[in-house]
C-alpha cells in the first residue's frame, strides 16, 4: 500500500500564498504520475495540477500562472506552491498518486486525506 499526506493548508487572506506538501509512505513497485486535485463545496473534485516522473507538469487553466507544482522523486514528495490566492481557490486539496502495486502490478490510484485552504476576503 502507498500512504500519502497531505499538509500546509490553512487560513490566508486573498492575496497571500501557502506551500502544500504531501508525502508518501508504503511500497509501490512503481509511481509514475502524482498530482493536486481540489474540491471545493458543491463542486466536483477537479485536477489542479500533475507532474510525471521525469517534471513534466500540466496545469488547469484557472491557476496557470499563478500556481506551481514540484516533486523530489528521491523523497517521493510532491508540492503545491499556490501564490495569488482568491477566495475561488478555497477547498479542500488532495493528493494524489499513480503507481503499481508491488504485489498484482495492477494500476492504482492513491488519495490523500485532503487539506483545507480557505481564502479570506
Known amino acids: 500500500q502507498v500512504y500519502l499526506k497531505e499538509s500546509g493548508g490553512g487560513l490566508v487572506q486573498a492575496g497571500g500564498s501557502l506551500r502544500l506538501s504531501c508525502t508518501t509512505s508504503g511500497v509501490a513497485y512503481s509511481i509514475n504520475t502524482m498530482a493536486w486535485y481540489r474540491q471545493a463545496p458543491g463542486k466536483q473534485r477537479e485536477l489542479v495540477a500533475d507532474?510525471?516522473?521525469?517534471?513534466?507538469?500540466n496545469y488547469a487553466d484557472s491557476v496557470k500562472g499563478r500556481f506551481t507544482i514540484s516533486r523530489d522523486n528521491f523523497k517521493n514528495t510532491v508540492y503545491l506552491q499556490v501564490n495569488s490566492l482568491n477566495p475561488e481557490d478555497s477547498a479542500v486539496y488532495y493528493c494524489?498518486?499513480?503507481?503499481?502495486?508491488?504485489?498484482?502490478?495492477?494500476?492504482?490510484?492513491?488519495w490523500g486525506q485532503g487539506t483545507q485552504v480557505t481564502v479570506s476576503s
Open positions: 507532474i510525471t516522473s521525469g517534471g513534466s507538469t
Open positions: 494524489n498518486a499513480e503507481g503499481r502495486d508491488v504485489r498484482t502490478m495492477n494500476v492504482r490510484q492513491y
